[in-house]
């Protein structure tokens, strides 16, 4: 079993259960994530049967690199390779505030969305937390500086592998772990109903992210298979009972293409669906996916698109662009490496 899969309460459950003490998965937990040291030999002030004993039952190494690209930009594009070959991919982006890291939930994704170079390879398997985890610690190796904010926005559908994205926030948020704020973590989701439910009763400060892209279910069909199962009023049902039970603000994706979701009409239907609501709207231009035959809308309409919900006092941003001379969008090198 992968040692970053422990929580450290299962951590200490087990040393308890082989007879060492509880204290020892404090020392472990420092020598994962905070030294971050790459075999169990180099826990140098851990007795030697125990050394033995995470051997025995343990492996520390979950990815190796395949592939990275830097983007002009700063922005670092990782393919990973698992234990049992499967690639995924991991995002680093550098901003004035710090180093935010779009971590891979799953090996592939079945949510299927025609814009997204994710759905292009269906879902093989979840990965487990460990898995997630190591996203992080490999990507502060490569970079040598610390990963202090974290988007789960990857490959596959953070809601669709629920119980190791549980895990996962509960290791990188501990303060024994990677110690990053509930607050600075965000995860987002296409939209699974019944997840953001029940998420809404976990009691978690880490932000959550609607994957909407469009105000009607006409426009989000034909982006989003799952609107099928999950059409736009039950999505912004789900909306209103998070905010009314968690008390924390939702922040609403919306990728801009072109001719499809962009329009002024469009964004005014928008303001409509989401006018009264504790929501930020995060625009965002269309990493282009060639596969798709979309492209990106044109500047002056997304500003146009902006400028009508900041008139209709809809908070909103236009999100800067990131690593798109290196094709940054989730998927894109997965899928251009396997072709």
């Known amino acids: 079993m992968l040692i970053y899969n422990q ?101 592939g994704c079945n949510i299927g969305c025609s814009f997204c170079a994710s759905g292009l390879l269906k879902k093989k398997r979840d990965l487990n937390a460990g898995e997630i985890i190591a996203q992080i610690i490999e990507t502060e190796r490569i970079l040598k500086e610390r990963i202090s904010y974290v988007v789960v926005m990857g490959i596959g559908e953070p809601f669709d592998n629920y119980d190791n994205l549980l895990k996962f926030l509960s290791t990188i948020n501990h303060p024994k772990g990677l ?77 801009l293409i072109d001719g499809l979701n962009d329009s002024e009409e469009t964004a005014r239907e928008l303001v409509s669906v989401l006018r009264g609501l504790n929501v930020y709207v995060n625009l965002i231009p269309y990493n282009e996916v060639l596969e798709s035959g979309y492209k990106r809308s044109k500047t002056e309409t997304m500003e146009a698109f902006y400028d009508i919900l900041m008139k209709n ?23 251009q490496h396997l072709t």
């Open 313 to 335: 006092k809809i908070q909103v941003t236009l999100r800067k662009e990131q690593g798109h001379d290196i094709n940054a969008a989730c998927g894109q090198l997965r899928s």
């Open 7 to 107: 929580t450290h309460e299962a951590l200490v459950e087990f040393l308890l259960e082989k007879g060492h003490k509880k204290y020892r998965a404090d020392q472990i937990w420092s020598w994962l994530y905070k030294q971050k040291v790459q075999s169990f030999d180099e826990m140098t002030n851990l007795p030697d049967d125990l050394v033995a004993l995470l051997k025995e039952h343990f492996t520390i190494q979950a990815l190796e690199l395949v592939l990275k690209h830097i983007s002009a930009d700063g922005t670092v594009k990782a393919l990973y390779g698992l234990v049992d070959g499967h690639l995924i991919e991991s995002v680093l982006m550098k901003h004035h505030y710090g180093n935010s890291i779009c971590v891979t939930t799953q090996v």
């Open 179 to 255: 110690a990053i704020g509930a607050r600075h973590i965000t995860v987002s989701t296409s939209g699974i109903v019944p997840k953001i439910r029940e998420y809404a009763h976990m009691g978690l400060q880490v932000n959550l992210a609607i994957s909407l892209h469009a105000p009607n279910n006409d426009i989000r069909s034909k982006l989003m298979k799952i609107n099928q199962a999950y059409p736009i009023e039950d999505v912004i049902g789900a909306i209103k009972y998070y905010l009314s039970v968690a008390k924390r603000r939702v922040t609403i994706e919306y990728i």
